[in-house]
């Protein structure tokens, strides 16, 4: 018989097990061992081993002499020792999937009793009280908290799109997952130190190891927010219990709930146990009767897998593994293993660096693949693909297919609508109102632009709004379209409010992007394409993710005053208009014609496409013109004095240490013809970005690096 050792269970019986192990000829020996002795007399003789608590350490696993595999009941695998496993030559496994949902729902009923009270109301009433026992100013809603989440795996992860679905603001802190891809989830990434000052609430989602063991500890925890709350559902031993007492004593934070503790199971004499503002449970956030049983049989299967000689899954010590073995940080993320191989999406594939170009037709493909798993009709994503493919063959990588997964989200999510058809609901001979019925914007912004430069053919001068409509990308591409049908065309947009306006403290308007095309006789069309604030937003959240301080003339605070910290935005910062009240104005030009003249939402009206909910339409407003200069002076003349300008400016006196004069457009012009001729050379975080959208689609990615 084969011997299947079971150092310990928490279960009635092992029928589990032995329904599966048993056909196959094993002989399922459980024990619940409380001993070093008792463990090695159970595991020397067996021929495969699963554990749950026991403490499986050097001595344990070196008195196996035959064993093929160590299974770990459960994700986290802190009471194995690996190296002496791997020594061995054992694999040792886990279940990764286990608990998922459990753990993250448990993780926001601890965050919603301790902001909304629960705990402390109960005990009131049933004192016979009928009343508010705390102060007003303890009764939080999510709406208004910022939540950092230290960790971004697959609990993690779970745990952040509940926080995002109650419109909370999410910092996640985990340098193993490419930024990208917590943006996707409506988060924004950021360091560890930046989130413990400025979260209100900070809940712990990683695995115990050497670097992460004691990280919340005297000095962190002097760095955290006065009065904010630490959730703990992960591993006791994160955080240093005495320090943690300390500073809940003395008020400096406000509460705690902690499914785990160190030790466990808490001492009776623990502080802990008399303190009214902290939560405390048995290590029970994992339970559920449908999660024990695919755990049990997840463990069962993978020793099967073992008996029958077929691949193992799971591995987390390198034996056996194809996978190159690295050292993990935080994460347990999706497609990575809890401790020892790195199998994160980016590692797992050939990515890209500035060596490597990708063909457009193969990004094109891609996208159109991608676009096509949401149901969306195949000339709808071939127009969005062509939008969103065409800015990154120009260099602007922030506006391009970095987003196709945010677009996906929204789409799959019922934000935006895959079989949308925008129609013109009202019009006249000179202008349009295109409403967008919640497509994907660029759909809806194509349109409109091609019904202006349409209308202008006839009238001269055109304007088409659109409404009900969402971010639609780069707006140059759609200026340019005028341009290349010999007009001059205008493009703009609405956004949800970001930016402040002079003497005014918090977010007035969005930072309503403008983009003007101007046809010429010789080369590239001139292209000024600008939002309205100092910078991006995404240059704030690359500097964040960075861990790098800003600019103090990007964002002000709160208060309105200039700040160096990215982190406060947006969620308590605001981006500053560019040039002052020059910008500010033109915003809100853009927002009038956008917005207001279209029947679009505006200003407050319009949601965030990326941290909003996905399900819910953003309502974004957008305005094109077209003016025929054919209808006003002959084209070839104006090109011709077009030209003329162009070189009168590039042969203008240079300043000093500069060659050559650029126009507005040139520099992604060049870079477009480069890209064309030699393929687009993807910045690494767009290559996470579509890694993550081929995961979450079960897409090929191996067609992004064909050529």
């Known amino acids: 018989m084969i011997k299947v050792a079971i150092t310990d269970y928490t279960f009635d019986s092992l029928d589990v097990e032995a329904g599966i192990l048993g056909p196959l000829g094993c002989d399922v020996v459980g024990r619940r061992c409380k001993t070093p002795a008792e463990l090695i007399e159970l595991v020397a003789d067996a021929d495969h081993v699963i554990t749950q608590f026991a403490p499986v350490n050097a001595d344990v696993v070196n008195a196996m002499q035959k064993a093929r595999v160590i299974v770990r009941y459960g994700i986290g695998v802190d009471n194995v020792d690996l190296d002496a496993a791997r020594a061995k030559g054992i694999p040792v496994c886990n279940v990764p999937d286990y608990c998922i949902d459990e753990v993250a729902d448990h993780t926001l009923a601890f965050i919603l009793a301790l902001t909304r009270q629960v705990v402390a109301n109960c005990v009131d009433v049933r004192g016979g009280q009928w009343r508010l026992p705390v102060p007003l100013s303890a009764m939080n809603t999510l709406r208004d908290l910022t939540v950092g989440v230290v960790g971004f795996g697959r609990i993690g992860r779970e745990v952040c799109r509940r926080l995002v679905s109650f419109k909370c603001h999410v910092l996640v802190a985990d340098p193993m997952v490419p930024p990208a891809e917590i943006e996707q989830v409506g988060c924004v990434p950021t360091a560890l130190d930046h989130i413990l000052p400025l979260c209100d609430v900070v809940t712990l989602h990683c695995p115990s190891t050497a670097e992460t063991k004691g990280m919340i500890n005297a000095k962190t925890i002097a760095k955290m927010k006065a009065g904010a709350i630490l959730v703990n559902a992960s591993r006791g031993n994160l955080v240093e219990t005495p320090a943690l007492v300390d500073a809940l004593e003395r008020g400096h934070l406000g509460g705690a709930a902690l499914d785990v503790c160190d030790p466990e199971p808490i001492p009776p004499d623990s502080p802990l146990l008399k303190m009214d503002?902290?939560?405390l449970a048995a290590h029970v956030a994992s339970a559920s009767a449908k999660a024990v049983q695919t755990l049990r049989e997840s463990a069962a299967d993978i020793v099967a897998r073992a008996v029958r000689g077929e691949p193992l899954p799971n591995i987390v010590n390198g034996v056996g593994s194809k996978e190159k073995k690295g050292t993990f940080y935080f994460s347990c993320s999706a497609g990575t293993t809890e401790e020892g191989n790195l199998d994160t999406s980016a590692k797992k594939q050939n990515v890209p660096f500035s060596s490597q170009r990708m063909a457009r037709e193969d990004l094109d493909a891609f996208c159109i693949d991608a676009l096509l798993k949401t149901g969306m009709r195949e000339d709808d994503a071939q127009i969005a693909a062509d939008v969103l493919v065409t800015t990154d063959l120009m260099g602007v990588f922030t506006h391009g297919t970095k987003n196709l997964g945010k677009y996906i989200r929204r789409l799959r999510a019922g934000g935006l609508d895959p079989k949308a058809t925008p129609r013109i609901v009202n019009e006249g001979p000179s202008w349009a109102v295109?409403?967008?019925?919640?497509?994907?914007?660029?759909?809806?912004?194509?349109?409109?632009?091609?019904?202006?430069?349409?209308?202008?053919?006839?009238?001269?001068?055109?304007?088409?709004?659109?409404?009900?409509?969402?971010?639609y990308g780069a707006a140059g591409y759609y200026a340019l379209m005028a341009a290349r049908s010999d007009m001059i065309g205008l493009s703009m947009s609405n956004d949800v409010p970001s930016m402040t306006a002079p003497g005014a403290r918090g977010h007035i308007l969005g930072t309503n992007p403008l983009a003007i095309g101007i046809p010429t006789g010789e080369g590239h069309p001139i292209l000024l394409d600008i939002a309205m604030s100092t910078v991006a937003g995404s240059k704030v959240y690359q500097a964040l993710s960075q861990g790098k301080p800003i600019p103090n003339t990007w964002i002000v605070d709160g208060d309105g005053l200039p700040t160096t910290d990215g982190s406060v935005y947006p969620h308590s910062a605001s981006m500053l208009p560019m040039a002052g009240h020059k910008g500010y104005g033109l915003a809100l030009l853009i927002e009038t014609l956008s917005g207001l003249v279209s029947g679009?939402?505006?200003?407050?009206?319009?949601?965030?496409?990326?941290?909003?909910?996905?399900?819910?339409?953003?309502?974004?407003?957008?305005?094109?013109?077209?003016?025929?200069?054919?209808?006003?002076?002959?084209?070839?003349?104006?090109k011709d004095r077009v030209d003329g300008m162009i070189r009168e400016i590039r042969e203008s006196p240079k300043a000093k240490g500069s060659d050559r004069i650029y126009l507005p457009g040139e520099m992604e012009f060049e870079r477009m013809d480069e890209a064309k001729a030699k393929g687009i050379a993807l910045p690494q975080d767009v290559v996470d970005s579509l890694l993550a959208v081929a995961e979450e689609l079960a897409l090929d990615s191996a067609v992004l690096f064909a050529s």
């Not at 295109?434 to 994907?440: C, M, P, S, V």
Request: with cysteine; proline share 4%; charged share 15%.
């Open 434 to 471: 295109i409403d967008g019925h919640a497509a994907l914007a660029m759909i809806t912004a194509r349109k409109a632009m091609e019904t202006a430069i349409d209308k202008a053919t006839t009238t001269g001068v055109a304007y088409a709004g659109a409404r009900n409509s969402g971010h």
């Open 277 to 279: 503002s902290v939560i």
């Open 600 to 638: 679009a939402c505006c200003r407050s009206e319009v949601g965030s496409w990326i941290f909003g909910d996905p399900s819910v339409p953003t309502g974004h407003g957008h305005a094109f013109l077209a003016i025929n200069v054919g209808a006003i002076e002959p084209i070839d003349r104006f």
